[in-house]
């Protein structure tokens, strides 16, 4: 299979390279892409892991829909960007979840999803990062099994949950200790948020 995998940190690279092992033909690309592109290249499946542009609509038709997202909350909680953080600072569910792409960010049918258990007073934002990577790719590997029956499998987002956009937290971003306890993190940021 051609596998488009899009991504915009180093991380996603362990499943671009698991995808090579099982024998597909992996383009990773970090910048914007083109419908022409697609075509050129025969994509059969779009895989958007850390990716930080929008994907037009055009190019999901491009691929018969055949375009998800991983992402690293517990839709429909925490659409948009720096889930992980919102999770803590709304108190809302943590988990992955792994979605087909729609014109609404974040807001397609869900293939497949897990909560994650994190502890406030065991977790910094570093350390529920990581387990959420780790947990978002062990939760791919698992569904990417199942390809050809992810339709199937998907269903529609229950409730309205939250989004959120990156200039809500932009100010407040270069002062914040990944390192430092969650619980400071929220009596230090939650003040300060709109």
Do not use: C
Not at 151 to 170: D, I, P, T, Y
Not at 174 to 188: G, L, T
């Amino acid at each position: 299979m051609n596998i488009l995998f899009l991504y915009g940190n180093e991380r996603a690279f362990i499943l671009s390279e698991w995808l090579r092992e099982k024998g597909h033909n992996v383009i990773l690309i970090k910048d914007r892409i083109s419908t022409d592109f697609i075509k050129d290249n025969e994509i059969d499946l779009i895989i958007s892991f850390t990716y930080r542009f929008h994907i037009h609509k055009s190019i999901v038709t491009a691929v018969n829909g055949n375009a998800v997202n991983l992402h690293i909350s517990y839709l429909p909680w925490n659409k948009g960007a720096d889930p992980n953080i919102w999770s803590w600072i709304d108190d809302t569910p943590k988990g992955v979840s792994i979605h087909f792409i729609s014109d609404e960010i974040d807001g397609g049918d869900i293939i497949s999803q897990r909560i994650v258990p994190l502890y406030t007073e065991e977790e910094t934002l570093s350390s529920s990062y990581d387990k959420l990577m780790d947990n978002i790719v062990l939760l791919f590997q698992e569904v990417f099994l199942d390809f050809s029956h992810w339709r199937e499998m998907a269903h529609s987002q229950v409730g309205m949950g939250s989004k959120h956009a990156s200039f809500q937290l932009k100010a407040l971003k270069e002062e914040i200790n990944y390192h430092i306890p969650i619980s400071r993190i929220i009596e230090e940021i939650k003040p300060h948020v709109k």
